[in-house]
C-alpha cells in the first residue's frame, strides 16, 4: 500500500467522532515544498508584520498612571525595559492566556535550549516548544507539579523565620519586557521585603531527590546525576548553581525580564529542602536576549505560517 493509499483511506476516516484504531497506528503522509522568490518574499513580509504586531501586543499592555496619563501605542516610544504582566494568566498552564502569550514568544524554561540551538536541533525544538507534540507529562514532571505545593509552603515558613518583613508572590503570571519581545517569563515566585531587595524564587522538585534529603546530594547521587544537578559547591563550601545549567540561563532570562538582581534555587523533597543564590549577570543576559531575538525570527516566526513540524518535515530556517 502507497503513502496516497493511507492518506486517501485516512481522509475518507475524518468525518467519525470518534478515532479508530487505523487513526492510531497509521498517519498522514506529506510531500516536501519548496518555494520560489515570490512565495520567499511573501513568506518574509508575513514574519516583518507578525513581529510588528508582537510589539504592538506590547504596546497594549500599558496602563495609565498618574506620571504617565497618555498612553503611546508607538513601540519605539515605550520606556526602555518596562516589565509588564499579562493579565488573567495568573493560573499559568490552566489558563487559554497564557497558553496563547507563551507560544508566540520564546519563554525562560527553553532559554538554555534556545540559545545552544543548531540546525540539526530546530525541528524537535519546535516540536516540543511551540507544537507540544512531546506527549503526555513524564513521571518525573506530575512529581515535580504535586510537590509544589508543599515546595512553597515550607520555603515561606523557612524565609519568614529569617525575615519576618517579608512578603511572598506565588502563582505570578506571564511577563514580558518592552526591551524583549522575543522572550517571556513565568517566574514561580518573588520575595518582597522591608530590608532586602525583592529576590526572584524559582523551586525545582527533582524526581531524583524523591526519597533523598536535598543536603545530602553530593554524598547519595551517582557521578552521572551529579553532573546533571544544578547545584554545586564552591571552594568555600558554599551552594552555587552551575552557570551553564538550563536552570541559570531560566533564572538569568527571568530576573532581566523582571528588572530583579537577586534569585534563589529551591531545591525541595519531602525530606528537606536547600537553596543557592544567583546574582543577576548582565553579560549573560544580554547574550540570551541576542541569541533568542535571532532563534525566535530564525525559526518560530516562520513555523507560524509554514507549520511544517506537525506534518513533519524540516522546519524553514529563513534569514530576513
Not at 120 to 138: A, H, I, M, Y
Not at 292 to 297: E, G
Not at 298 to 310: D, I
Amino acid at each position: 500500500m502507497t503513502a496516497d493509499h493511507i492518506n486517501s483511506f485516512l481522509a475518507s476516516l475524518t468525518g467519525n467522532p470518534e478515532k479508530t484504531r487505523f487513526q492510531f497506528h497509521l498517519k498522514l503522509t506529506y510531500g516536501d515544498y519548496t518555494m520560489d522568490m515570490k512565495q520567499r518574499r511573501r513568506l518574509i513580509l508575513l514574519c516583518r508584520q507578525f513581529l510588528n504586531n508582537l510589539k504592538l501586543l506590547v504596546c497594549e499592555l500599558q496602563q495609565p498612571t498618574e506620571d504617565n496619563p497618555q498612553l503611546s501605542y508607538q513601540y519605539s516610544e515605550l520606556p526602555p525595559n518596562t516589565v509588564f504582566d499579562v493579565p488573567d494568566t495568573g493560573l499559568q498552564s490552566c489558563s487559554d492566556v497564557w497558553k496563547g502569550r507563551r507560544s508566540v514568544v520564546i519563554g525562560a524554561s527553553v532559554s538554555h535550549q534556545a540559545c545552544h540551538l543548531t540546525e540539526r536541533g530546530g525541528k524537535g525544538f519546535l516540536r516540543s516548544v511551540l507544537w507540544n507534540l512531546d506527549g503526555d507529562p513524564t513521571a518525573a514532571m506530575k512529581y515535580g507539579t504535586r510537590m509544589e505545593p508543599l515546595a512553597r509552603e515550607a520555603y515561606f515558613k523557612a524565609r519568614k523565620a529569617l525575615d519576618p518583613s517579608a512578603t511572598i508572590t506565588f502563582h505570578l503570571g506571564f511577563h514580558i519586557n518592552s526591551s524583549f519581545p522575543a522572550g517571556g517569563c513565568s517566574p514561580d515566585g518573588i520575595i518582597r521585603s522591608e530590608i532586602n531587595n525583592d529576590i526572584l524564587i524559582e523551586m525545582k522538585c527533582p524526581f531524583i531527590l524523591k526519597n533523598i534529603d536535598p543536603e545530602l546530594f553530593e554524598s547519595l547521587l551517582t557521578e552521572a546525576q551529579l553532573d546533571r544537578f544544578p547545584i554545586e559547591r564552591d571552594h568555600d563550601g558554599v551552594l552555587q548553581v552551575k552557570k551553564n545549567h538550563k536552570y541559570s540561563y531560566q533564572m538569568q532570562q527571568n530576573m532581566g525580564i523582571l528588572n530583579l538582581k537577586e534569585a534563589h534555587l529551591v531545591i525541595f523533597s519531602k525530606f528537606g529542602m536547600i537553596h543557592a543564590e544567583v546574582d543577576f549577570d548582565i553579560e549573560l543576559y544580554q547574550e540570551i536576549v541576542t541569541k533568542i531575538t535571532c532563534i525566535h525570527k530564525k525559526y518560530l516566526v516562520p513555523e507560524y505560517f509554514e507549520m511544517r513540524v506537525p506534518r513533519d518535515l524540516t522546519p524553514f530556517s529563513l534569514e530576513y
